[in-house]
């Protein structure tokens, strides 16, 4: 069964740092497009960062600009998130998604596989 899971959230003071992992089972993440996403309560989900399978383009969402950066290991079958420069705002359910091909999606809808999830919260 293909899964998705996140980890590495928690509580972190503004200014700080963290680091997500996207780990998958029952399939390698090489060959697959990958974005983070995340959501609060109330609202839509909002697209983080963006990875296409070749690991060669990146995107950002511009809330993070220069704060996130998204990686790919593939000998860990595992995409990372680092996120440095932590605000209040930054505060969701933070969310992996995967989509076999090359591509750079910005859509949550066009995603096929989704992660549980990790709280990140931050604090003032």
């Known amino acids: 069964q293909l899964q998705l899971v996140e980890s590495g959230g928690g509580l972190v003071q503004v200014g700080g740092s963290l680091r997500l992992s996207c780990a998958a089972s029952g399939f390698t993440l090489d060959g697959y497009g990958i974005g983070w996403f995340r959501q609060v309560p109330g609202k839509e989900r909002e697209g983080v960062a963006y990875?296409?399978?070749?690991?060669?383009?990146?995107r950002y969402g511009e809330s993070v600009e220069g704060r996130f950066t998204i990686s790919r290991d593939i000998a860990k079958n595992t995409v990372y998130l680092q996120m440095n420069s932590l605000k209040p705002e930054d505060t969701a359910v933070y969310y992996c998604?995967?989509?076999?091909?090359?591509?750079?999606?910005?859509?949550?809808?066009?995603?096929?596989?989704w992660g549980q999830g990790t709280q990140v919260t931050i604090s003032s």
């Open positions: 990875i296409n399978s070749n690991s060669d383009r990146t």
């Open positions: 998604a995967a989509k076999r091909g090359n591509w750079i999606l910005t859509r949550a809808d066009d995603y096929d596989y």
